[in-house]
């Protein structure tokens, strides 16, 4: 295949604008990618916080939650088919020290390769309008369109009994939740944690945390919508933020204190809470994006005394060509109901459905097409 293909895109035209959906061209794939017609995409968090400021070029196609299956491949390509029913994750180089270690989310050409909107390999567009180039490669798949060009390093084949429509934000939100309770913080059987926020990433690391069967996990969420569906997916405790603000005290009337912290709402004082809600040796993961001048506000005398680990985790510490199949055989052996989270929008309503997901009616919005 070496002609472009046509296809429909929701383009963001600069920062706070509403995604407009255009006509545009796809390139063909090149040795190393994979050509995709696109069967479903989420949206996440972090597609909404580019589209108002996070910074990357406009205009662009966003969407990093993409499913659906393979069209063409590069003549390179050699684990991926065509008919192959796939979930896009991130882009790594699988050269640096942190991929050689099998942690590719610390890439250390994460950034190029997944937010710069151009190849990393020549700086080239894979998306162009009537010939002009529209930044994509959104984390190397640009899924907010009809077909979407990955390569195949971050193209992961799914069984085909696996509902493809859905599986899409196993390639982000659900792998960074649950892949930080699982790979990250290496929570254990019985081992208690607590979850600061209740959207698509703290509930994936609820459910992670079931799926290994962890002790007490408590969810501290102020939508009382969220906190019905912690309980349901398993939470043991939920804490409602506005009626008891000193969420440290009932942690320890609780539980009397926790293994593991995750802080996924990148509020300074909520990751204060979390420091000292951790029993010795305990560990904080940060999930959150924080406000930009925002410093760490933990004391470090009583971090000392106990031990504590803080450290931020990118994309759940995850290999996503290992770690999205093992949640799809956990979501088939029944112990991973991702399913439950997940709200389902036609394309061209991409608009309607990230709004319904910043007002919270919505955990985790997929787009079908
Ligand atoms: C992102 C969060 C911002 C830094 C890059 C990774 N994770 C998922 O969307
Ligand atoms: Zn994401």
């Known amino acids: 295949m070496t002609a472009n293909i046509a296809a429909r895109a929701a383009i963001v035209r600069e920062v706070g604008a509403p995604w407009t959906i255009e006509n545009v061209e796809i390139s063909a794939p090149r040795a190393d990618e994979v050509l995709i017609k696109m069967v479903g995409t989420g949206i996440c968090h972090t597609d909404t916080a580019c589209r108002t400021g996070f910074p990357v070029p406009m205009p662009i196609v966003l969407g990093h939650e993409g499913s659906g299956i393979v069209e063409a ?20 180089c699988g050269e640096c020290l942190n991929c050689n270690k099998d942690q590719p989310a610390y890439c250390y050409t994460f950034y190029p390769r997944n937010l710069a909107g151009v ?71 019985g081992e208690s944690l607590a979850i600061f926020g209740g959207g698509a990433v703290g509930l ?39 009626e008891t603000p000193d969420t440290l005290a009932k942690i320890k009337e609780l539980v009397g204190g926790v ?11 909520v990751m204060a809470a979390a420091v000292e809600a951790l029993l010795p040796k305990g560990v904080l993961g940060l999930l959150g994006v924080p406000p930009p001048e925002a410093t760490v506000p933990a004391n470090m005398m009583s971090m000392l005394i106990r031990g ?62």
């Not at 956990?330 to 061209?348: E, H, R, S, T, V």
């Open 73 to 92: 491949i590069g003549s390179g390509v050699t684990k991926v088919k065509v008919g192959d029913h796939v979930v896009l994750s991130f882009d790594s």
């Open 119 to 189: 190849r990393a390999s020549d700086g080239s567009a894979q998306i162009t309008q009537d010939g002009k180039p529209i930044n994509g490669l959104f984390f190397c798949q640009s899924s907010f369109a009809t077909y979407a060009l990955a390569r195949e390093l971050n193209t992961v084949v799914m069984d085909k009994s696996l509902p493809l429509d859905i599986l899409g934000p196993l390639g982000c939100g659900i792998q960074t939740g649950a892949g930080a309770a699982v790979n990250a913080l290496g929570i254990l059987p």
């Open 204 to 242: 994936s690391a609820l459910l992670g945390a079931r799926a290994v069967d962890a002790g007490a996990v408590i969810v501290v969420e102020p939508q009382a919508g969220r906190r019905a569906l912690a309980l349901e997916l398993g939470a043991t405790h939920v804490i409602d933020p506005k």
């Open 259 to 269: 293994n593991y912290a995750l802080d996924t709402t990148g509020i300074p004082a």
């Open 308 to 369: 504590i680990t803080v450290r931020y985790i990118v994309e759940g510490d995850a290999d996503p060509q290992e770690f999205i199949p093992r949640m799809a055989g956990w979501y088939k052996a029944g112990k991973f109901p991702f399913d439950k989270l997940i709200g389902k929008f036609p394309f061209d309503q991409i608009n309607e459905a990230a709004h319904a997901a910043e007002k919270g009616g919505v955990i985790k919005p997929v787009l079908i097409f």
